[in-house]
């Protein structure tokens, strides 16, 4: 039982993190869309695709976070990483960040720029780069399970 207490922590993060995303894409987006017209009417073209965009991202968040159910269950299962539940997690964190960038950065330029805050710029770049971060320490840990296996 106590080498499954890291397992059970880990699933817990893992289905807050989910649950977070879910509240985050029903009720965030859309007040998020309707801001972004108010604030800058001349903006409202661009209001939808950065919405389908953000929901692609939400989409690959949910997925990685599922990979990394099935990662857990491996890992209590077998003992061992699975190559390919590393792998999708790893492609699922370079398709979240490449969405963020083309959907939401063009969003945080045009606020940093109306108010002046060139901090937030700062701020949306890093949020950009924990999921390279996730990205890198996937490969890390891809690469470390092929070389035990074999």
């Not at 007040?31 to 800058?40: I, N, P, Q």
């Not at 901090?119 to 070389?147: F, M, Q």
């Amino acid at each position: 039982m106590k080498k499954r207490v890291p397992i059970i922590i880990l699933r817990l993060i893992t289905v807050a993190f989910a649950v977070a995303g879910l509240l985050f894409s029903i009720f965030l987006l859309p007040s998020f869309g309707r801001g972004l017209v108010d604030e800058v009417p001349v903006y409202s073209y661009i209001r939808y695709p950065v919405i389908v965009g953000l929901y692609g991202a939400v989409a690959s968040f949910l997925v990685a976070l599922f990979e990394m159910w099935r990662l857990l269950d491996a890992i209590d299962r077998d003992g061992h990483l699975a190559t390919k539940n590393l792998r999708a997690i790893k492609r699922c964190a370079i398709i979240f960040s490449i969405l963020y960038f083309i959907c939401a950065m063009p969003v945080v330029f045009l606020n940093a720029e109306i108010g002046d805050a060139p901090g937030l710029v700062l701020i949306g770049a890093l949020l950009d780069g924990i999921p390279i971060g996730a990205a890198a320490v996937a490969a890390i840990l891809e690469r470390v399970a092929e070389r035990s296996e074999g």
